[in-house]
Nanobody, 118 residues
């Protein structure tokens, strides 16, 4: 069991950008890929973006065209670049390493807070 470590959150004005990082040994080669989730105050956790083992990417509709997920094997890091941020993007962002064979559950980071002011 290895702790995932998120970083890069902060407070920005609407229209600004942040790049979140998730670091842990071997995560860029995880069989089930890696996933970013977020949870806003008073709301359920929601899926944001996924990157597959071979680099395929998926995004929830509300962030398509604004967010980019990527990974860097040499740095054991998965990134979520967030551009044109909106107040509704405000949430705690979590990195998740799903576990084979179901590609569910798995390891979670501590979260990094993103706050976007209007």
């Amino acid at each position: 069991q290895v702790q995932l470590v998120e970083s890069g959150g902060g407070t920005v004005q609407a229209g600004g950008s942040l790049r979140l990082s998730c670091t842990a040994p071997g995560i860029t080669s995880n069989m089930c890929g890696m996933v970013w989730y977020r949870q806003a105050d008073g709301k359920q956790r929601e899926w944001v973006s996924s990157i597959g083992r071979l680099g395929s990417t998926n995004y929830r509709d509300s962030v398509k065209g604004r967010f980019t997920i990527s990974k860097d094997k040499a740095k054991d890091t998965v990134y979520l670049e967030m551009n044109t941020l909106l107040p509704e993007d405000t949430a705690m962002y979590y990195c998740n390493r799903p576990i084979a064979p179901t590609c569910s559950g798995g390891d979670w980071g501590q979260g990094t807070q993103v706050t976007v002011s209007a």
